[in-house]
């Protein structure tokens, strides 16, 4: 099987769509950039992709000739004005023990369960450790092994309807083009810095990259038997 060479980013908002090709050997900048102007309602009542699909059909040639691969996937940021920020916080009696990591993923994973209970017409795409806060002291980092009576770790997780998750699927399923993943387009803008010469395609690579260390990688669901956390970056240092 030939081995993947390229990574391909998408941006779509209600105004505009853009492309990036990212070198796997250099993520740095993209070698490969265009920004097309277009319509999208992206609200879930009213949800039409025509002019983004044009573009798409019209464009796809052009980026396989440029990679010499068929465009097969796809990291696809998406600007929703749906998109929601949910902020939830549980506790754990620790009674004077080591704090351990198995501790803090049960609490994680009980939020995320909580999150979805209560919003089933939304799928979680980001979630954000905000901070962590052991017997009334606020840390960025969860002091590992450190006893306490008690700790809490408070978490922010940005939502998208599902119902335009779905849309979104099928309109590049249509295309043989799978999604690697999609990206909230305000919580990229948010991390991106206002001085960086990099678009927003870049800044959106950086954070599935592992930029933002305090974010939460989640398995996908067909791998989640194996367990819930694909990696936890750097939110254990």
Request: glycine share 2%; proline share 2%.
């Amino acid at each position: 099987m030939k081995e993947k060479k390229f990574d391909i980013y998408l941006y779509i908002s209600s105004t505009k769509l853009s492309v990036s090709i990212f070198d796997k050997s250099d993520l740095v900048k993209s070698i490969f950039f265009k920004e097309f102007n277009c319509k999208t309602n992206l609200y879930k009542e009213k949800l039409n992709f025509y002019e983004i699909e044009k573009i798409i059909e019209k464009n796809i040639f052009e980026i396989e000739k440029f990679t010499g691969n068929f465009l097969n996937d796809i990291y696809l940021i998406v600007d929703s004005p749906e998109s929601l920020k949910i902020g939830i916080s549980l506790s754990k009696n620790n009674e004077d023990k080591k704090i351990e990591e198995k501790d803090v993923k049960y609490l994680i994973q009980d939020c995320k369960q909580q999150i979805l209970s209560s919003n089933f017409n939304e799928d979680i795409i980001h979630i954000i450790i905000t901070n962590y806060v052991v017997d009334e002291i606020e840390y960025k980092y969860l002091p590992l092994n450190n006893t306490c009576k008690k700790f809490s770790v408070n978490l922010e997780f940005i939502c998208f309807p599902k119902i335009l998750i779905r849309k979104l699927k099928d309109l590049f399923n249509n295309h043989q083009i799978s999604i690697n993943k999609i990206i909230c387009g305000n919580y990229v803008r948010s991390f991106k810095n206002s001085e960086s010469d990099l678009n927003i395609c870049a800044t959106g690579l950086s954070l599935v990259e592992g930029a933002n260390k305090q974010e939460v990688a989640i398995i996908p669901k067909k791998l989640e038997k194996k367990g819930f956390f694909e990696r936890l970056f750097h939110v254990f240092n």
